[in-house]
């Protein structure tokens, strides 16, 4: 059983694609006319011309809407298709689950072409995240374990650019600090659940800093000590895409 299909079951509830991201990362693939999706879970941010979608979890296949790529029930790490498949390959919010980091990114290279496309995180960023460095410090622990650095995926492209992906305040996508300045969200069991970071830790270790923040919310606290945000559109919590030529 994969980690999708224990925590994935009401994903598409709360991790709807942000379209001001879906630009980004479409345009990163730039003219590929074919695309892979490695890690696809339930299809978000796949460009039209997307004709294979790889993923592990039956859950998460299950969830794909009608109409959408082909899936391949795959592991990143071997994948069933021949060499050069498709003109690009993307990888969004997923390196992190894989077991054998080198042979999944070895996988990204054989099956494209011309380019290969990572949405991940720069964790020295993302760990200053209020939610993590005030209220989970032991999710951040959690992360720190299972990030994986940038300059070590870089190294194993071969070579790759960082775009900065700052998240907009109404972000769609409900990941990690998608609700950065809406607080209250992280409150909801249901967001939760569609965070991989919160679900894993489980909810007994949450306990007691959401009642913090519960608290600081209540209190005006945490409006107080981050009244810098209240007015900021976008932010940039440490997300990145890396874009490697072939």
């Known amino acids: 059983m994969t980690t999708y299909d ?6 598409n509830h709360t991790r709807r694609p942000d379209r001001r991201i879906a630009v980004e990362i479409h345009e990163a693939l730039g003219d590929a006319r074919t695309v ?16 294979l979608a790889v993923e592990p979890s039956a859950v998460m296949i299950a969830q794909r809407p ?11 790490e071997s994948i069933p298709i021949a060499d050069d498949s498709a003109d690009a390959a993307m990888a969004l919010l997923t390196v992190h689950h894989w077991t ?7 996988e990204l290279l054989r099956i494209s072409r011309q380019r290969v496309v990572i949405f991940t995180w720069d964790q020295a960023v993302f760990r200053r995240f209020w939610l993590l460095a005030e209220y989970l410090p032991e999710v951040a622990e959690f992360v720190d374990a299972h ?4 300059d070590r995926l870089i190294a194993l492209l071969g070579g790759a650019r960082i775009e900065t992906v700052p998240i907009p305040y109404d972000c769609t996508d409900g990941f990690g600090a998608a609700f950065w300045r809406r607080p209250e969200a992280y409150l909801d069991p249901e967001v939760r659940a569609g965070i991989s970071m919160l679900a894993q830790t489980g909810e007994e270790v ?5 009642a913090r923040l519960s608290s600081d919310l209540s209190s005006g606290v945490w409006h107080d000590r981050h009244a810098d945000l209240l007015d900021r559109e976008t932010l940039d919590v440490g997300y990145r895409l890396l874009v490697a030529d072939l």
Do not use: D, F, H, K
Request: proline share 8%; glycine share 16%; no cysteine.
């Open 6 to 11: 224990r925590i994935g079951a009401t994903y």
């Open 36 to 51: 892979i999706n490695v890690g696809a879970g339930a299809g978000s941010y796949e460009p039209p011309q997307t004709v």
């Open 66 to 76: 009608a109409g959408s790529a082909r899936a391949l029930q795959a592991s990143a």
């Open 100 to 106: 054998n980091l080198e042979a999944g990114i070895g």
């Open 147 to 150: 990030a994986v650095p940038i």
């Open 206 to 210: 949450l306990r007691p800093g959401l």
